[in-house]
């Protein structure tokens, strides 16, 4: 009730009496990456995946009233591109790291994964799915700040079809490698670098057995493959299948989704040309439109001045109404100004839609401009942050799958004689 980061009356010892029900529950968790083995700061883990990637996931169980069995681990309906050969929880253990692999050409995903665990429970099998789990905060140092998790009701995952790892190892063959009890195995693997993620790598295996049994090793800067060796009389295990992993860290210059520059660029390009077009096009109608207004203009004064004749010929026609050439001028300037009238009409029909042209072409002109202006600064904006910059980055391999062996029987003292005598 009185603890020394919140005290509360709510924080009190509960008692529950209930029958014994043996089952279990499983939490899974990205564990962000410690590059340096003292390290003191949390980051909070990612689940993300990019193509050719592959994240650890600690799973960790929650056995209850005495169940202590093995936990397969599997993925339901995966999404496409991401790889889980499987694994298992083994028993009497309570957490295990899986491995989730984005192949080369995985498609964009971000949604729930239903991780499920299968375990045989007083004879009956009962699968449980996952829940998420993860950090509240980052934290600076543990030193100075508590660390805070939470259960989340789903695990999520999400995969970028935009970017690559910049660092993948692989064995050179998928498929499971046999060894003997008290044999020794190498499996060769292949590095893939991209971009400019060239320093030398110093990779830890990952898995079961004897901790000090699992030896660092160093992989050159230039070189595309390596060797992982086992030690199985070392590592003590017993027949059966694992999973291995090899991990380590590595820097190298990043640059932030180069693709999407690249794209904003090209969409710069265009919104440029396509503002360059409809300027042109809103000049070309604005000079249309001054066109138009002046031949309205003067078809306008042609009209007053055919108008003006005509008047003084029906005053003429007036006075003298029986003077015929008198009528004829009158006849003569009511045609002029019917024609002058029509033209008149015609001009400024083609004053008003040159006059509506050049207001749609200056505001689609305007707007495209705009859009160079936006286009233009997101291309910058995105460029900046593509720039090559220093970055660590912590290599992790796809799994590697063994299967051991029983050692075969050590050979009878007198067959190891006969044999000795024979080769003699």
Not at 279 to 288: D, I, L, P, Y
Request: charged share 30%; aromatic share 4%.
């Amino acid at each position: 009730m009185f603890g020394r980061t919140h005290a509360s009356p709510r924080h009190v010892y509960r008692l529950a009496l209930r029958k014994e029900s043996p089952d279990f529950r499983l939490v899974a968790m990205a564990i962000a990456p410690k590059f340096k083995a003292d390290a003191k700061d949390i980051p909070v883990g990612v689940p993300l995946l990019r193509r050719g990637e592959t994240l650890p996931v600690r799973v960790m169980a929650f056995r209850r009233d005495g169940f202590n069995g093995d936990i397969e681990l599997s993925v339901e309906n995966p999404p496409p591109g991401l790889r889980f050969d499987g694994d298992r929880i083994d028993a009497g253990k309570n957490s295990d790291t899986i491995l989730l692999t984005a192949a080369d050409d995985a498609p964009a995903f971000a949604g729930p994964i239903r991780l499920a665990g299968k375990a045989t429970i007083g004879g009956k099998e009962v699968v449980r799915i996952a829940s998420g789990g993860t950090m509240l905060f980052p934290v600076g140092s543990t030193d100075t700040e508590r660390p805070e998790a939470r259960v989340t009701r789903d695990f999520t995952l999400a995969i970028c079809e935009q970017e690559f790892a910049p660092v993948s190892v692989a064995p050179a063959e998928q498929k499971t490698w046999e060894v003997t009890a008290n044999g020794k195995l190498e499996v060769p693997l292949r590095v893939t670098r991209r971009g400019e993620f060239n320093a030398a790598l110093k990779l830890k295996p990952l898995g079961p057995g004897v901790a000090e049994a699992l030896k660092e090793f160093d992989v050159d800067g230039k070189a595309t493959n390596a060797t992982f060796k086992l030690d199985l009389a070392a590592l003590k295990l017993a027949p059966g299948s694992y999973v291995f992993a090899v991990q380590g860290p590595t820097t190298g210059k990043y640059r932030n989704n180069p693709e999407a520059a690249a794209a904003a660029d090209a969409a710069a390009k265009d919104a440029e040309k396509l503002a360059g077009e409809l300027a042109a096009a809103a000049k070309k109608a604005a000079e249309e439109f001054d066109k138009a207004a002046k031949a309205a203009t003067e078809a306008e004064t042609a009209t007053k001045a055919a108008n003006e004749k005509l008047a003084a010929a029906k005053a003429t026609c007036e006075k003298t109404p029986d003077d015929e050439k008198a009528k004829a001028d009158r006849d003569t300037a009511q045609k002029s100004a019917d024609e002058a009238a029509a033209k008149s009409k015609s001009a400024i029909e083609a004053k008003v839609a040159a006059e509506k042209s050049k207001t749609e072409t200056e505001a689609k002109s305007k707007d495209a401009a705009a859009k160079k202006e936006q286009t233009a600064k997101r291309a910058k904006e995105l460029n900046e942050k593509a720039k090559p910059r220093d970055a660590s980055y912590m290599v992790c391999s796809t799994p590697i799958a063994v299967k051991v062996t029983p050692a075969p029987p050590p050979e009878s003292k007198e067959k190891k004689e006969t044999k000795q005598a024979k080769s003699q």
